[in-house]
């Protein structure tokens, strides 16, 4: 979360910083600020709220200076206030920094007690107070900030730059990505490489501990140790990425609306489309000879992992266990011989998943990530990574990489079968070739988008709504669940729908929608009989099924929408798209901020 872009120019950079921190709006925000060296003394301006408001402090009164520092904050420590926008100042030093500083009220308390005052409540405050107080005793820039490196815990990147010191800039990682951009006479820092995808596509990432010291001639790096290190500088596909949001009102109904696309390249990475077979990259292990699959991610990465499980264990015969990353690795879990552990992340920078991927190296297991950012953290850390083909995904509610995860865990399901012999080779032909249609699936439920607009006016004054779901589709109600409450902020639960009886029918009457998730596969009559409770206590329940299934019950329900029949196998990739939509228009008719609702980010980079 939060974002983090530097540049030492040739030219007053703060539009450039203005323009680089929009890259990073899809990261969620809730404050931003710039600082520069105007004739070597620091200079900044800070805004609450959207970079709107940044820009009209700007635009009142400028900032020159060709080195500068920016970012855009996602409270953790602090109200989104101006006071406590970042960069923040101490003598000599401004700083920006993603991440938490975990003993900061200690540290806090130390400097207290020299006399320093405090300004702002974050954790950042003591950052710059720290490298200040080094500064003024006679250390030189890097000095000081090594020192205070070794002081600090918890996870971060850090910018900085220095009064009087036009051609320096200092950044530092642990735990948080930051990424060195390479120009011609001009050098960036930044968060991920779309934030400097307008200036280079030459881009060096630093690893675990780094710091690095800019200059216009380039980029020294140094281990945690203090000693000399090279990072190799990668072209990076950034610039192909940067994100508008077209002819649609918000970029997550552009990513709604590219599903089809996506999922198609996504599948023909993985699939021999003229053979139907899956074709995946040469892997570091034997799905034969896996003992057991450990699957690991957050929010909806973890609703894809956990769909992934049913397809193992049903068409590989592999037992799997799945956990959400912020539990896992607490838990101490005990990790078999020869297991390979999959962590599933759209940004590849999650702090949980990232966490819960080293206790599995740690336990010998083989790694492998399902990742959309190649360049990432994860993807870095991994043995394997089979990523998505998502391309960059601007709002904050994950749409299309959700999907495209489905995508790569069905070929990988497959591909997982085939070795272990419980798949047949007609067998791994009927299941590719379902899953070639699912493009088309989708796009015949995003062509009925209008009736999907209509359900979601009919919920909208709904204080709770339950989603149910049986076998494969249980995931799915849990993400639909997790969708509605995130952007449309109405409380919202997923249930396997066999649970209903269990409790949660406590909860039903007429003022409850209850969306029902339940293609004609072998649970349906089962699902149905749940759905009858629901009608039997007066909730307005809202169908997604085929035809099939439309025909045999439509009649007894508030709303039913119809989506393709299709295999069982991918139902769970085209019932994704009317959940995803019912959501999203749901949040639109609320007025809610679809793209970056409140409270949520993007890239969760912290614990």
């Not at 962590?343 to 590849?348: D, L, N, W």
């Not at 929608?513 to 349906?524: H, Q």
Request: net charge negative.
């Amino acid at each position: 979360m939060c974002g983090i872009v530097g540049i030492l120019g040739n030219e007053p950079v703060a539009p450039q910083l203005l323009d680089a921190l929009r890259r990073l709006e899809y990261r969620g925000y809730d404050s931003a600020g710039i600082a520069t060296l105007e004739e070597g003394e620091l200079a900044r301006r800070r805004a609450p709220g959207k970079l709107v408001n940044l820009e009209k402090e700007l635009n009142g009164t400028g900032l020159a200076g060709t080195t500068g520092i920016g970012h855009t904050r996602w409270a953790t420590h602090g109200a989104p206030t101006k006071t406590n926008a970042h960069p923040h100042q101490s003598e000599g030093v401004a700083v920006v920094h993603n991440g938490i500083i975990e003993h900061f009220r200690e540290l806090r308390t130390e400097l207290t007690d020299e006399g320093v005052t405090f300004s702002t409540e974050t954790d950042t405050e003591v950052i710059a107070h720290l490298i200040s107080r080094e500064l003024v005793a006679g250390s030189a820039p890097r000095d000081a900030v090594s020192v205070v490196l070794k002081r600090l815990e918890g996870a971060f990147a850090l910018g900085i730059i220095f009064s009087g010191k036009q051609d320096l800039m200092i950044g530092a990682r642990r735990g948080s990505p930051l990424a060195v951009g390479y120009g011609e006479t001009e050098m960036y820092l930044g968060s991920d490489a779309i934030a400097l995808a307008p200036f280079t596509n030459r881009v060096a990432f630093l690893e675990e501990g780094d710091y690095v010291i800019l200059t216009r001639g380039g980029a020294d790096y140094f281990d945690e140790n203090d000693k000399p290190a090279t990072r190799d500088i990668h072209v990076t596909q950034a610039t192909a990425y940067l994100a508008d949001k077209g002819n649609h009102r918000h970029f997550m109904a552009k990513e709604i609306a590219e599903q089809p696309e996506v999922i198609g390249h996504t599948l023909s990475e993985y699939v021999d489309m003229a053979t139907h077979r899956v074709r995946l990259p040469e892997m570091p292990f034997d799905f034969a000879k896996l003992t057991r699959l450990t699957i690991t991610a957050c929010g909806t990465a973890s609703y894809a992992g956990l769909t992934g499980k049913y397809w193992f264990e049903k068409f590989a015969r592999l037992p799997v266990e799945v956990d959400i990353a912020s539990e896992f690795r607490y838990r101490e879990a005990p990790l078999p011989e020869n297991g390979l552990a999959i962590v599933i992340s759209q940004s590849g920078e999650t702090a949980d998943t990232l966490a819960a991927l080293k206790y599995c190296k740690e336990q010998g297991q083989h790694t492998l990530g399902i990742v959309n950012v190649r360049e990432s953290s994860i993807a870095r850390e991994c043995d394997a990574i089979l990523p998505t083909f998502a391309g960059p995904e601007i709002g904050v509610a994950s749409t299309k990489a959700f999907t495209c995860q489905l995508a790569v865990l069905a070929c990988m399901a497959i591909a997982a079968g085939r070795a272990r012999g419980t798949l047949s080779e007609e067998q791994e032909r009927e299941l590719v070739g379902a899953l070639i249609k699912v493009p088309r699936h989708v796009s015949e439920v995003l062509r009925h988008e209008d009736q999907l607009e209509d359900i979601a006016k009919s919920i909208c004054s709904a204080r709770d709504v339950l989603y149910l779901g049986r076998g494969v589709n249980f995931p799915i109600a849990l993400e639909g669940a997790l969708k509605l409450k995130e952007i449309s902020y109405i409380h919202a639960e997923g249930y396997a729908a066999g649970e209903l009886k269990h409790g949660p029918i406590a909860l039903i009457d007429e003022n409850v929608p209850v969306v029902v998730i339940s293609p004609n596969d072998e649970l349906y009559d089962k699902t149905v009989s749940n759905m009858q409770e629901v009608a039997a206590r007066g909730g307005k329940i809202v169908l997604f099924t085929d035809e099939t299934g439309a025909d045999a019950n439509g009649d007894s329900t508030f709303q039913t929408f119809r989506i393709p029949a299709a295999h069982c196998f991918v139902n769970p990739l085209i019932y994704a798209i009317p959940v995803q939509l019912l959501a999203y228009h749901a949040a639109v008719f609320m007025g809610t901020d679809v793209d970056q609702p409140r409270n949520l980010a993007k890239s969760v980079t912290v614990e």
